[in-house]
């Protein structure tokens, strides 16, 4: 049987396999962030379908925070007795789960939380939105609440968490040149842009002990003019390797603002598959820690073959496991056919009108088959 569907580790976890479901915003939590019935049978329905690692949907740590409906939180200890449905959910049926978390910063939903968005600079105005600049108080008081998110997941049985600095989020967004123009210790040099994060590192490490899983996701490339670079991004993760980081997930692109975001639509081929695997080779250059890699995988042989050749650790599915949640059962019991994800991004639809995301495209085949 192929490296993909034997255990691997990362830290102090052991995988059933090289499969993780990357994290997604699922809009399945109530509007105080909490689990409901629908998020935890989502999550038992991937655990049985095979996933080794799952990953949550982006969990809120502060209430200002928040990007969207429906999001999971992270931010209380309200949430705690849901949250600990969920990763029971996960270990019922032989997966691990971390929870993924987050704070929107410039993005966040100003409507939802009542709140101006905090931006990591002032001068930086993407659209006529007011933002309010983030003081080194505000800086430390997020580092405190990753902290407090991680130990609030500890507490539920999540076997570990995920930091979230991609796709323009708060985090990315001190790393990004194009959102930080600061001049004090959090602004300038990479040291400088990275320092919130190695701050966070070590305030997750006091909150939940050295051996906790602790990965994070990155940007590998804003796809932004002025944006980060896989050079940079790169270096950034090696300062945080030697702050007692486990993992990074690779990923690129932004909610807004970016040439290409996040969820490419069109992946109609294998070349066209993997779409941040040269970003992927520039971390691999760099690091010892575990690297996976998410963004457009769609076939097994490509998956295959960037285990092989050792560009990555563990592959990452997002979109093509909202279709097929029991896709990599499929797999590994020799039904190597493609995902049946299309790539067309319709999932999200529902998700943004309240509904919860789910394949639309599959809803409509059902339809029209009944």
Known sequence: ?????????????????????????????????????RLVETTAALARGG????????????????????????????????????????????????LQLAHAGYFAAGKLTGAAPMAVSASVKLDDTPRREMSVADIEELSAAFAAAAARAQAAG????????????????????????????????????????????????????????LLIKINGRDFAEGGLEPPEAAAAVQLMERAGLDAVEVSSGMTRFSTRGAARTGIT?????????????????????????????????VAERLVADNLCDFIAL????????????RWSSGDRRKAACTSDNLCFGPALSGEGLYCVTAAKGKMSNA
């Open 1 to 37: 049987m192929h490296r993909l569907f034997e255990p691997a580790a990362i830290g102090s976890m052991t995988v059933r396999n090289r499969f993780v479901r990357s994290a997604t915003w699922e809009g399945m939590a109530t509007a105080a962030g909490e689990v409901t019935p």
């Open 51 to 98: 996933v080794g690692l799952i990953i949550s949907g982006h969990a809120y740590i502060r209430p200002e925070g928040q990007a969207g409906p429906g999001q999971l939180g992270a931010h209380k200890d309200d949430v705690v007795s849901g949250l600990r449905r969920m990763a029971a959910a996960a270990h019922d049926h032989g997966a691990k789960i971390l």
């Open 158 to 213: 999540f076997d570990g968490v995920q930091i979230h600095s991609a796709h323009g989020y708060c985090l990315n967004q001190f790393l990004s040149p194009l959102f930080n123009r600061r001049r004090d210790e959090y602004g300038g040099a990479l040291e400088n842009r990275a320092r919130v994060h190695l701050e966070t590192i070590h305030a997750v490490r006091r909150a939940v002990g050295a051996e906790y899983p």
């Open 269 to 301: 081929n294998q070349k066209k598959e993997a779409y941040n695997q040269q970003e992927a080779k520039v971390f691999r250059e760099r690091l010892q820690i575990p690297l996976i890699l998410v963004g457009g995988i769609r076939s097994l042989p």
């Open 318 to 329: 997002s979109r093509p496991l909202i279709r097929e949640p029991g896709l990599i059962n």
